[in-house]
């Protein structure tokens, strides 16, 4: 095999690779042999192929796999030779002896690695912010669980419908005076000042009595789920029928047992471990949050240009579905596109940068994820899913590629519990709306 190096810019690198013909026909003889070995053709016993019959029978094919292999197997020496680690698939294109004739060159373009030097971890210091549940907190879970439970009594007296009562309506959705697929429906239940319905629907029934009828104007969601209805303005025709009032449910004992629990005590614990546990997740994600901004400020290396292109093409496609939805966040939604493109840009080098040097770390520290974390990670994920569990797990056991998305998580997260480990960490007690108020993302 014939190496000429034809670029090395930075990261970039591109090689024009020759392998002799000769090399190749040997390749070819020695697989046409193992392929005769094994071949099952009629009049020939298992093993008695005649070479020359197998290549009658499976050359081109043979050629054409002994063609593949030279390629990867010069690539993988190529780059062991030249320690070079390459950052995305190289970009190979055969330029003669792909026909299987005369010598095979092909050339080849990669971006590698960069050499990235672990800084001194043992020097960083962290803060690690921490909240207790207090009293107020659990009370209101416990007021919004018995919200939840209260019942609705029918309201004998004929009155208007208020805030917080329930109106069982008959309606009929019309557009240019005509009923559209899906707009028509009978008993069903509007709460006054609740959610669920389109926006303006329920408050311009508010006041309606038992027996009235009336025609409301209401303007579909752009992202409604029905496309043809979205953005779109309907009529409906309303006609109200029975009116219940909510009876709120007494915080005691009976509504614990009710909801399966010996006492409202029991309840108050199970929820003061809820609110830890959500507070520990804010905890370590403030935590991590700090780190990576430190370590970015450690990442004096170059990023490959493909990966932050691949990088920045995934944020700007989310970017303009939050821009097409109306969901850009306010910071951004009065910068043109370029400032935007720009932007997004720096924050895919930053993900990039951290990215490299946290594998760069976990592969220096021989930190792996366990095939026992994999299997408690597709678990978790099959969870996720009731009901079709077993379908879940099926897709990863026929798509193993499809872990790599489990994968990277755990390891991130394994390679940031090594490094706080050796960082200094303060720990700071704060309260609860503290804790929550998550600083902006480091540019």
């Known amino acids: ?90 970009k190979v294109e055969v330029t003669s002896g792909g026909d299987g004739k005369g010598d095979l060159e092909f050339k080849v373009e990669t971006e590698v690695l960069p050499e990235i030097k ?21 009370d209101k879970a416990i007021e919004d669980i018995a919200k939840r439970q209260r019942e609705f009594v ?10 917080g009562d329930i109106i069982a309506i008959d309606f009929v959705g019309k557009r240019d005076g005509v009923p559209f697929e ?36 209401v303007t579909f969601p752009e992202d409604y789920g029905a496309k043809e209805l979205a953005g779109q303005t309907a009529t409906f025709d309303i006609k ?10 007494e915080i005691n004992d009976d509504l614990a047992k009710k909801l399966g629990f010996e006492s409202l ?48 093409e995934q944020i700007w496609a989310r970017v303009e579905a939050d821009r097409k939805s109306g969901e850009l966040d306010d ?11 720009a932007d997004y840009r720096k924050i895919a080098e930053r993900r990039v940068k951290l990215g490299l040097l946290l594998a760069e770390i976990g592969r220096e520290k021989g930190i792996t994820v366990t095939q026992d974390e994999m299997a ?34 755990i390891f991130e997260n394994k390679v940031i519990d090594y490094i706080v480990e050796l960082a200094k960490v303060e720990d700071k007690t704060v309260t609860p709306e503290e804790l929550a108020d998550m600083p902006a993302a480091g540019a």
Do not use: C, W
């Not at 993988?76 to 698939?89: G, K, W």
């Open 1 to 90: 095999m014939q190496v000429t190096e034809t670029l090395s810019e930075g990261l970039k690198h591109a090689f024009t690779v020759v392998v002799p013909s000769a090399e190749l026909e040997q390749k070819e003889e020695a697989r046409l042999k193992e392929v005769a070995a094994s071949a099952k053709l009629p009049g020939f016993r298992p093993g008695k192929v005649p070479v020359a019959i197998a290549r009658q029978r499976f050359g081109d094919s043979v050629k054409g796999e002994v063609l593949e292999q030279t390629v990867n197997d010069s690539l993988r020496s190529l780059f062991e030779e030249r320690n070079l680690r390459p950052a995305l698939q190289p």
């Open 118 to 138: 672990v800084p001194d971890l043992s020097d960083l210091s962290l803060v690690r912010l921490k909240a207790e549940p207090d009293a107020a907190t659990v």
């Open 154 to 163: 029918t309201v004998e007296e004929v009155r208007p419908a208020a805030k």
């Open 182 to 217: 899906g707009g028509t429906a009978e008993n069903i239940n509007v709460e006054i000042g609740g959610e669920g319905f389109i926006p303006g629907f329920a408050e311009q029934i508010e006041g309606m009595k038992p027996g009235e009828e009336k025609v409301i104007t």
């Open 240 to 249: 109200a029928r029975e009116l219940k009032k909510p009876v709120e449910s």
């Open 265 to 312: 005590e029991q309840i108050r614990e199970l929820i003061g471990k809820q609110v830890e546990g959500e507070y520990e997740q804010l905890s370590r994600l403030r935590l991590k949050r700090e780190l990576l901004d430190k370590l970015a400020e450690k990442t004096d290396f170059p990023a490959p240009e493909g990966m932050v292109d691949a990088e920045f």
């Open 331 to 341: 910071e951004d939604k009065d910068k043109d596109e370029a400032t935007l493109k």
């Open 376 to 409: 408690r990670a597709i678990r978790a994920e099959a969870m996720r899913y009731r009901g079709q569990e077993q379908q879940v797990f099926d897709f990863f056991v026929k798509n193993p590629q499809a872990s790599e998305s489990l994968r990277g998580p």
